[in-house]
């Protein structure tokens, strides 16, 4: 299980990476744009690479499904976002009526207030999802913007 150090920016695939039981450099190699390094989440044109449409190319392209939720659940990818800059990828741990506490890749888990949670994850894009379910599509607008990123 491969811990994320403090400059790295490979959140969503660590993230698939751990859900799936597999090496994170086997997702990063599949991912639907290129990564150079783990501390880097963007591309030469400062694009970023790993959004939730990279998540979805992704599963696509190995044939997994995904079930979108819109409340926490144990086991599930989230995007939490405090910013357009400020976003990070993590696996919610446990949910309690008034705490969710999520790994956040590094080796510590956080607790977060429901509110806070909410206000973190009700910030655009709002996604969080579990692995399995039906088989991801991409519309022609995600895939126009796959090609841009």
Excluded at 9 to 31: F, N, S, T, Y
Excluded at 124 to 144: H, N
Aim: proline fraction near 4%.
């Amino acid at each position: 299980m491969e811990i994320m150090k403090a400059n790295d920016k490979h959140c969503g695939p660590v993230c698939i990476a751990r859900k799936l039981g597999i090496d994170v450099e086997a997702v990063m190699q599949q991912w639907p744009s290129k990564w150079s390094d783990k501390q880097v989440d963007t591309n030469w044109l400062g694009l970023p690479i790993d959004t939730h449409w990279h998540h979805k190319a992704y599963f696509k392209s190995k044939g997994y499904g995904m079930t979108m939720l819109d409340k926490p659940e144990v086991g599930a990818i989230v995007l939490l976002n405090k910013s357009m800059w400020q976003r990070h990828w993590c696996i919610v741990k446990s949910v309690g009526n008034l705490v969710v506490m999520v790994d956040w890749l590094n080796g510590k888990e956080i607790a977060f207030n429901k509110i806070e949670f909410d206000q973190l994850f009700s910030t655009w894009p709002c996604f969080m999802y579990k692995i399995g379910g039906e088989p991801v599509s991409l519309s022609l607008l995600e895939r126009l913007i796959l090609k841009v990123l």
